[in-house]
């Protein structure tokens, strides 16, 4: 069993869930439990430790948070198991455990120490982390450790690098893994830089373009950069094993770009031009990338994107025609399906890979979905709304919510022979901006112009019913979940964002209000949910954080001066912001002394 015995590490309770002076209690598939004495523990106690282990893993964290609090011999038996820390790292989504993997991966023991030591004093604890890098639940030990030692700093000290940049977001970036970032240093020429052991960044590389750049992006996996010109020139860097960055490929079209993406396995690329072309690209084994399909139409071509299993690509023109492309087993790229008759406004595919939705602004909304001979057939017309904004399934792929221009969002659910059904109805005094779905696919969360955001939960029953409405002065320009679906966040047009969080009762209450002096540009929640990074015209970013407690205290303000244009969060503590005159910094936390 992979165990730490610190009892400053792993075991202790998870410091990230609601404050709670209650019974002691929890849920699980929607139903309570109320944890007892030992008598009533006596089977669960005595039996082996690899079945209380196996058990345990079928807990969420705020259950197990439950049982440390309620039984002191359950409290000791997790303290020697990893399940509080398997339990935590369950809840956050695939994808985001597929970076955490990848990013511990990446860096050596003394790397790794020197992280945790960022935000902690506690050598033995250090060490007994990672003695654990061999583990298979090394990266869900180590991410949770550091989680709660910075849940722990009251107060973050910051260091801050400033980078030559342009002024301009889309062409400038940070890596998923934290250790790179890209900036355009003038209108053609960008800079990669690295960052070193001692925390410094070095200028790896320089990519130059013959025509303005207007889009730079990295893969998901770190190792590539891909960068866009209004030429319609692409380029595509890779990192070698030396840790230098070399151009890849080149992909050429004859006009402006309107994107370029990597697919969240890092093996293809795909662009959109105004040249009346889509062009798909592949990574061969040997590093290099070749042409594995040109897309045309009749029209400039506005968007193209993966569906998340990277199988398909779908492509939009300039008014509204789409196609889709699959890839086959022998790697090559064929045309399943064409659509001429509707002007679509938006197009996604399901998370599954299995539906794709189009909104069409008079006609409401149509679902498509994979058949078992590889074609694509309409499942649903979805024609009691209309002027919609957008329309997003959840991640299970089970259900879809839309907004739209007459004050409405709209969920469906799918029924079990297919077909889809409208559940029920989130009315607002204006028109909604955003509607999305928590990562657990069980809230919906709404953003209107009205000044409100609402929260809607699904009951057990399969109806959804209203569990909070968020109140700003001003328009709510978004409003989104965290990464483990236990807080939302709210951006105002009143400068302030609002942070809620859910209960264990299932009901939702606030918890703190960020306020800045001048219109709030970005908000968004580290991958952990413990922090929000947000960045101002008002020239600064603050970040909140979850506190033991369950509050959230400011626990950092950085002030720029000049108005910042994005702030984001890296997963290794640093802060990536974006602003005015023509500089990008690079801040990373530490605690305070």
């Known amino acids: 069993m992979d165990c730490i015995n610190n009892n400053s590490g792993i075991g202790d309770k998870l410091p990230s869930k609601p404050d709670q002076p209650e019974t002691p209690s929890g849920t699980t598939a929607g139903r309570v439990v109320i944890v007892r004495d030992k008598n009533e ?13 196996k058990i345990f893993t079928y807990l969420r964290a705020h259950d197990i948070t439950q049982l440390t609090r309620a039984n002191s011999h ?9 399940a509080m820390a398997r339990a935590w790292y369950r809840q956050l989504a695939s994808s985001h455990q597929t970076l955490l993997k990848t990013t511990v991966a990446k860096k050596d023991k003394d790397e790794l120490q020197k992280w945790l030591q960022r935000f902690t004093k506690d050598e033995a604890l250090v060490k007994s982390v990672t003695d654990r890098q061999a583990s298979i639940y090394f990266p869900a030990l180590f991410f949770f450790t550091l989680t709660k030692l910075m849940s722990q700093c ?19 970036a940070i890596s998923p893994d934290g250790r790179h970032l890209v900036t355009a240093i003038d209108n053609k020429t960008l800079k990669i830089y690295g960052q070193k052991d001692d925390g410094s960044w070095k200028d790896k590389s320089t990519v130059s373009h013959n025509n303005d750049v207007n889009k730079v992006t990295f893969s998901p996996d770190s190792c590539h950069v891909v960068t866009a010109s209004f030429g319609g020139e692409v380029k595509i860097y890779g990192q070698t094993n030396d840790g230098s960055w070399l151009e890849k490929a080149s992909v050429s079209h004859d006009d402006f770009v309107f994107s370029a993406i990597i697919s969240t396995d890092g093996r293809h690329l795909v662009t959109a031009s105004c040249d009346n072309k889509a062009k798909i690209y592949s990574h061969k084994d040997d590093g290099s990338w070749s042409e594995k399909a040109i897309i045309r139409y009749d029209e400039p071509v506005r968007s193209a994107t993966f569906s998340n299993n990277n199988c398909h690509v779908v492509t939009t023109s300039l008014f509204g025609k789409w196609k889709i492309y699959s890839q086959q ?20 595919f399901s998370p599954d890979g299995c539906y794709l939705v189009t909104t069409i602004l008079d006609l409401g909304v149509k679902i498509h979905g994979l058949e078992a001979d590889g074609a694509w057939e309409q499942k649903a017309i979805l024609s009691d709304m209309y002027w919609v904004i957008s329309a997003i399934f959840s991640n299970d792929s089970r259900h879809l919510v839309t907004s739209s221009y007459n004050g409405r969002a709209i969920i469906y659910g799918k029924k079990d022979d297919g077909s889809w059904r409208r559940k029920t109805i989130i009315s607002h005094g204006h028109r909604v ?19 409100t955001a609402k929260i809607y939960g699904l009951k057990d029953d399969g109806s959804w019913e209203e569990k909070a ?43 703190a209000t960020i306020s800045h002096l001048m219109e709030v540009g970005s908000a968004t929640f580290s991958i952990d949910s413990r922090l929000v990074i947000t960045g101002s015209d008002d020239g600064t ?13 400011e626990k950092a303000t950085i002030s720029l001066n000049i108005p910042i244009g994005s702030a984001t969060y890296s997963i290794d503590g640093h802060v990536f912001t974006i602003h005015g005159f ?11 002394d």
């Open 154 to 172: 009251k107060t973050f000290k910051s260091e801050t690098t400033i980078l030559p940049g342009n002024n301009r977001a889309d062409t400038a």
């Open 582 to 592: 023509n500089t990008v910094k690079i801040t990373e936390l530490q605690m305070n």
């Open 469 to 511: 409405i968020i109140s700003h002065n001003k328009f709510v320009y978004s409003a989104t979940f965290s990464p483990d679906s236990r807080h939302v966040i709210t951006r105002s047009q009143d400068n302030t964002v609002k942070i809620y969080d859910q209960r264990i009762n299932g009901s939702w209450v606030e918890k």
């Open 74 to 82: 359950i409290n000791n038996r997790l303290k020697n198991d990893a």
């Open 329 to 348: 087993n022998d790697g090559s790229w064929t045309e399943k399906a064409v659509n001429h008759d509707d002007s679509v406004q938006s197009i996604s």
């Open 433 to 451: 901006d955003s509607a999305t779905f928590s990562p657990d696919s069980r809230h919906v969360v709404t953003a209107s112009w009205d000044c």
């Open 41 to 53: 523990f006596s089977l669960l106690l005595h039996l082996p430790p690899g079945i209380q282990s």
């Open 541 to 553: 970013t603050k970040i909140f954080g979850q506190q033991s407690d369950g509050s959230w205290e």
